[in-house]
């Protein structure tokens, strides 16, 4: 009797253990991140008797998970990436916004203030012309300055997520290290039986984890996970956890790097190792799109800046005077390593406009060679550079001069960060406010006696043009010497200059069947035609040049002159550029980051159809499990008969 009682009570610990399994599994069924439990049978020990092996009921060996490390793992890649991409989106999706507003954009400005511009060189002597395209060049300016700041309003929000996020993976890190330990209690206290739920609460941070950081899960022996990030930094070994900070950088104040605390030790990682989840995210689309398009912009306007005022400073004002510059002109920002040797320094500035990039770089001392060597931190690779980096031979490289000093030997990896454009945008400006200071003319003129460029004043039939200075600026001393070109004969000419009555060319040989071209004292002019021996033109000062737009047509022709990016692009086409790459890359990562939610939802989907709890199927344990209850209880009471029976046949 006491064995079919026995077999009873085992059968009814089976069901009840199934029954609050079943259960548990149904009030978990949202709860993030929880596995689906079932519990393993297996029949005891059977007794050996006359009659053969009779069974002795069953036993439940465990509550196990439903749980595939594959599937998991393949749902925790999904997610870091899917993550990494829906932060990059975000971020990349504000500039392609702003950029490409056609009101909020550069553009409409940008055409705007050449067409103030144009209207100055159709009426140069106009006081509202010359008005309106100073409005429009402060409104031109202005843009540029917004723009630049909607970019480092960007750079300061992606610096704070830097920072909430290398909190949030601290914490994470710290949590998992707590049931690192839980779960070695746990396992080592029962056996090795597995506390389910604590190992649900751990794969669920890890997750959310993966989700910051992309990481590494290693397992030991006792049941505690190792988590590795980066290039192998250590964040969870077993109980301890280790920390993650976000600092300024040592290159650049303004720029928050993701470092690495051990023992008191702190080291910097590089953007590049850390390649997925939100905090990945950031610091690639800073890398790789805030920096070049804030760079970008600031190329533009510098390009801009400066090419206009070398044009501007070849003309003559309202006043006489040669023109200044019209706007200012941002220089390259030059920021000095922590580490460097007290006094060194490095002065940098713009050699050659069409020669500059949208990247940063980096000059470094190396103390084993005794030299400087210059590094596109954009491009990853090294510049060549020339010169010797002193003033009177500068480095060159990439439309830049550089001139390094130190009072005394640079220590070793010495360095200066370089961001020649960074701040073109937003240190532009309008140098002139004064109408008259509009340098629309041109400093010099060509003429025949009689005032025209080919007249009664000569015998023969020889024209001059009206000239124009030669760049780039600074102008020649002598650019307003009063100069004489005289036929000698039909084909050779002199010229003198007559402030100085010194004879620059005694007798040069011209062909009347072809234009000549003369160029003296930083001007040049063009001869053409048929000049009679005795024919005579000057070239002197413009006195009256009040409705003279020859300087303002060439300020005009800048717009689509093709001044930046090594003489293949203007203004419009640089900006126009910009927009469209960042437009092309919005759309590859919008269209990736919708790609890899699809992939997570068909991960999320495989491990919940193993994993994830079927309230039928459940209902279904549930009704299994009470029945075997009841046939358990029932055989219990069967015995408990069968024993009283038993009982009152001894009475």
Do not use: C
């Not at 010359?130 to 300055?145: C, G, K, Y």
């Not at 049931?179 to 209690?185: A, E, G, S, T």
């Not at 690639?284 to 306007?301: C, M, W």
């Not at 949208?358 to 030299?371: E, F, V």
Request: aromatic content about 6%.
């Amino acid at each position: 009797m006491s064995g079919i009682f026995g077999i009873g009570i085992t059968g009814l610990r089976a069901a009840q253990i199934g029954l609050t399994t079943a259960g548990h599994n149904i009030t978990n069924a949202a709860t993030p991140g929880y596995h689906r439990q079932e519990i393993v049978q297996s029949a005891n020990t059977p007794l050996l008797s006359g009659s053969g092996f009779i069974g002795q009921g069953t036993n439940v060996d465990t509550v196990k998970r439903v749980y595939s490390q594959f599937l998991d793992r393949q749902v925790q890649t999904a997610e870091t990436q899917s993550s990494y991409l829906e932060t990059y989106s975000a971020q990349i999706n504000q500039i392609d916004n702003m950029l490409a507003d056609p009101n909020a954009g550069l553009s409409p400005s940008l055409q705007q203030f050449f067409q103030g511009v144009h209207d100055v060189a159709g009426n140069p002597a106009s006081v509202p012309s010359r008005q309106s395209m100073i409005s429009s060049a402060e409104a031109l300016v202005t843009r540029f300055q917004t723009l630049n700041q909607r970019f480092v309003e960007l750079r300061d929000g992606v610096n704070s997520q830097i920072s909430a996020s290398t909190g949030i993976v601290n914490s994470y890190a710290q949590q998992i290290a707590e049931l690192n330990q839980r779960v070695i209690i746990a396992e080592a206290g029962s056996n090795g039986q597995p506390p389910n739920d604590i190992l649900d609460q751990r794969d669920k941070l890890i997750a959310d984890l993966n989700k910051e950081v992309n990481v590494t899960v290693v397992k030991q022996s006792d049941g505690a996970y190792n988590i590795f990030i980066g290039q192998g930094q250590a964040l969870v070994v077993g109980q301890q956890a280790f920390s993650l900070t976000a600092r300024p950088s040592q290159e650049d104040p303004e720029r928050m790097d993701v470092a690495y605390v051990s023992n008191g030790n702190t080291t910097v990682l590089p953007q590049d190792s850390l390649d997925g989840g939100n905090l990945g995210g950031l610091l690639a689309f800073r890398a790789e799109t805030l920096d070049k398009a804030q760079n970008e912009l600031g190329r533009v306007a510098i390009g801009l800046a400066q090419t206009f005022n070398d044009q501007h400073r070849l003309g003559q004002d309202l006043n006489g005077n040669l023109g200044a510059n019209f706007f200012n002109v941002a220089a390259p920002k030059v920021i000095p390593n922590t580490v460097n040797t007290a006094g060194a320094s490095a002065a940098v500035t713009i050699s050659d406009v069409s020669g500059l990039t949208a990247s940063d770089y980096r000059l470094r001392y190396d103390g084993a060679t005794t030299s400087w060597s210059l590094f596109d931190v954009t491009k990853n690779q090294t510049v060549a550079m020339t010169g010797l980096g002193t003033l009177a031979s500068p480095f060159v490289a990439d439309g830049l001069s550089i001139v390094v000093s130190a009072p005394t030997v640079p220590a070793n990896n010495a360095s200066f960060l370089i961001e020649p454009t960074r701040n073109g945008a937003r240190d532009i400006g309008v140098a002139i406010s004064d109408t008259a200071k509009i340098a629309a003319a041109a400093p010099i003129i060509a003429q025949v006696d009689n005032g025209s460029h080919a007249g009664t004043g000569n015998i023969g039939t020889g024209k001059i043009s009206a000239g124009v200075v030669n760049p780039p600026p600074p102008t020649n001393a002598a650019l307003q010497n009063n100069v004489t070109i005289a036929f000698i004969d039909a084909t050779h000419f002199s010229v003198t200059d007559n402030t100085t009555a010194t004879v620059l060319a005694a007798s040069v040989v011209y062909d009347p069947t072809a234009v000549a071209t003369v160029s003296y004292n930083g001007w040049t002019v063009e001869l053409s035609g048929a000049p009679a021996a005795g024919d005579s033109f000057t070239v002197g000062p413009n006195t009256g040049g009040v409705s003279d737009n020859r300087n303002a047509l060439l300020l005009a022709g800048l717009q689509t002159k093709n001044t930046l990016a090594g003489g293949t692009a203007s203004y419009q086409s640089a900006y126009s550029q910009l927009v469209s790459s960042i437009g092309v890359k919005s759309r590859d990562i919008n269209v990736t980051a919708q790609a890899q939610a699809s992939l997570v939802e068909q991960s999320q989907q495989a491990q919940q159809s193993m994993s994830g709890v079927n309230l039928d199927e459940e209902a279904a344990n549930l009704l299994r499990y009470q029945q075997a209850y009841q046939a358990s209880g029932k055989m219990m009471q069967i015995a408990s008969t069968l024993f009283d029976t038993l009982l009152s046949l001894g009475q």
